[in-house]
């Protein structure tokens, strides 16, 4: 049979064992809820900028459309005028104004004389 103290030795031996296995499980718990909360920040993160993001990009769509409205209406417009002048007159950007050098305003006020 075993000797009272070596039984006390073998519980005290068994409870320390028993505690440094809790204290070990308690830290790893500690470590993995570390990294579920920095993951859950990062993830936060990410669905900020990505709101963001979309953001940007839908009130670039809507530029976009909007300035292709007001490229229709400009179009619009030049055919009107083309059809009240009778011709298609180029602007000097485009090509047209002949030899000449002309700035926009020069080449508007010939056009205008004609």
């Known amino acids: 049979m075993s000797k009272p103290d070596d039984v006390a030795k073998e519980v005290i031996d068994q409870a320390a064992a028993d505690k440094g296995a809790a ?18 920040a990062e993830r936060d993160t990410f669905k900020t900028e990505r709101d963001t993001l979309t953001t940007e990009r839908d009130t670039i769509k809507t530029e976009r459309d909007t300035l292709k409205t007001e490229r229709d209406a400009l179009k ?4 009107r005028l083309e ?32």
């Open 76 to 79: 619009a417009e030049v055919d």
């Open 23 to 40: 204290d070990k499980a308690v830290a790893d718990q500690a470590a993995a809820d570390k990294v579920v909360a920095d993951l859950t």
């Open 83 to 114: 059809k009240l002048t009778g011709k298609a007159a180029k602007p000097p950007a485009s090509g047209g104004g002949g030899d000449k050098k002309l700035t926009a305003d020069e080449w508007l006020a010939e056009e205008l004389k004609k």
